[in-house]
């Protein structure tokens, strides 16, 4: 990890921090997070998910130049599926402090590190295979996303808060082949993708109309997830 100069009048630059080396496999997805202390101030966590299905927090406030990043503790977060990806999640009371991850299956987790413990387990996307890349942002009348990109072709929008209400998501095909990352404007008005072997980067107007007429149309309640059901209603 690296970290800036405080001293404003000196040219910034950046510095070594520290290193683990704390997943035994592939690390699917790290994440930066803000949470309020005992003593209510503000406290900066970092956390990595990794294909050996584990969970890691690392000590930021106490890595040291040119040292190793202490990990503070370590939890399982699933038992057959593989993690994709993680991202701290929006627009939730900071003193609790809440990570998202997704994993193979399609699934889509919402836990407390600090517990270790799922609060939410619901459906993702299903559509363009599984979530690897996820970014959040913020409209202009306050409504939260997550934009996602999975591995091949496809990026989307889900809108939160998070319940497993399929009505809430869309897909595109963005890309011929892979897409290595995403990327949004503050403003939440653009989303840029970066392809693979097709050497692009492209650009992209987001429109939220879509979901919420979807959400609007698909009912309230459980009305939106009889159809999940095999069969429907009468299934």
């Known amino acids: 990890m690296t970290q800036g100069t405080k001293d404003t009048s000196k040219e910034k630059e950046w510095q070594f921090s520290g290193k683990i080396m704390s997943h035994e496999v592939e ?3 790290i994440a930066f997070g803000k949470t309020i202390d005992e003593n209510d101030q503000v406290l900066v966590r970092l956390f990595s998910v990794g294909s ?3 969970c890691f927090e690392y000590d930021v406030r106490e890595a040291k130049l040119n040292t190793e990043l202490p990990v503070l503790f370590c939890f399982p977060i699933e038992i057959e599926a593989r993690p994709t990806s993680c991202i701290w999640y929006p627009g939730t009371d900071s003193k609790e402090g809440i ?3 997704t994993n193979d299956e399609y699934k889509i987790k919402l836990w407390n590190p600090t517990t270790e413990t799922a ?3 619901c459906l993702g ?3 363009g295979g599984e979530i690897t890349k996820l970014k959040s942002i913020s409209m202009p009348r306050g409504d939260k996303y997550l934009v996602y990109a999975t591995n091949k072709k496809v990026i989307g929008l ?3 808060p998070l319940d497993g209400n399929p009505n809430k998501t869309m897909g595109m095909i963005a890309h011929p082949d892979e897409v290595t990352d995403i990327c949004a404007t503050v403003d939440g008005k653009y989303v840029f ?3 693979g072997d097709d050497l692009a980067v492209n650009m992209w107007s987001v429109d939220v109309a879509p979901i919420n007429q979807a959400v609007a149309m698909g009912g309230e309640k459980i009305e939106p997830f009889i159809n999940l059901i095999e069969g ?3 299934g």
């Open 27 to 29: 690390i699917t997805g």
């Open 52 to 54: 050996d299905r584990k």
């Open 99 to 101: 990570l998202l991850t």
């Open 119 to 121: 609060r939410r387990t």
């Open 125 to 127: 996307p299903t559509y």
């Open 158 to 160: 889900i809108q939160l």
């Open 193 to 195: 993708t970066c392809g």
């Open 232 to 234: 429907g209603r009468d």
